[in-house]
């Protein structure tokens, strides 16, 4: 069963690079050498906006190779959004899928 769709769609409308965030990357050291700019116009205006999300309707049966959900976005922001929506997907449906096979076998 597909689950977790409304916290994608959460976690993409509150997707932001904070001050903090940006003061942190600033001062490591694989980032210390780039220039201000990138800090500044790019992280700070970074968001999900020209993300465009496709998903299966939210507790439908799924199978295996059929895509859950597909999101177009440039590359960038789809590098920084794939660990956490997959994670944010992956999980509830895990649990949706056994919960209904426990139902099932009761």
């Known amino acids: 069963?597909?689950?977790?769709?409304?916290?994608?769609?959460?976690?993409?409308?509150?997707?932001?690079?904070?001050?903090?965030?940006?003061?942190?990357?600033r001062n490591?050291?694989?980032?210390?050498?780039c220039e201000p700019a990138f800090f500044d116009d790019y992280l700070?205006?970074?968001d999900c906006s020209?993300?465009?999300?496709h998903a299966m309707k939210e507790?439908?049966?799924v199978f295996p190779r059929?895509?859950?959900?597909?999101?177009?976005a440039p590359l960038g922001i789809g590098n920084l959004?794939?660990?956490?929506?997959?994670?944010?997907?992956?999980y509830p449906s895990l649990v949706?899928?056994?919960a209904s096979r426990m139902v099932v076998a009761a």
Do not use: W
């Not at 490591?28 to 050498?33: E, F, G, K, M, S």
């Not at 020209?50 to 999300?53: A, D, L, M, N, S």
């Not at 959004?81 to 992956?90: A, D, G, R, S, Y």
């Open 1 to 25: 069963l597909f689950a977790g769709l409304d916290e994608v769609l959460k976690f993409l409308s509150s997707f932001r690079f904070s001050q903090d965030d940006i003061e942190y990357l």
């Open 28 to 33: 490591t050291t694989a980032l210390c050498h």
């Open 44 to 46: 700070a205006n970074l």
């Open 50 to 53: 020209e993300v465009i999300v």
């Open 59 to 61: 507790g439908s049966m």
């Open 66 to 72: 059929v895509p859950l959900i597909t999101v177009t």
């Open 81 to 90: 959004i794939e660990t956490t929506t997959l994670t944010l997907v992956n």
């Open 96 to 98: 949706a899928t056994n």
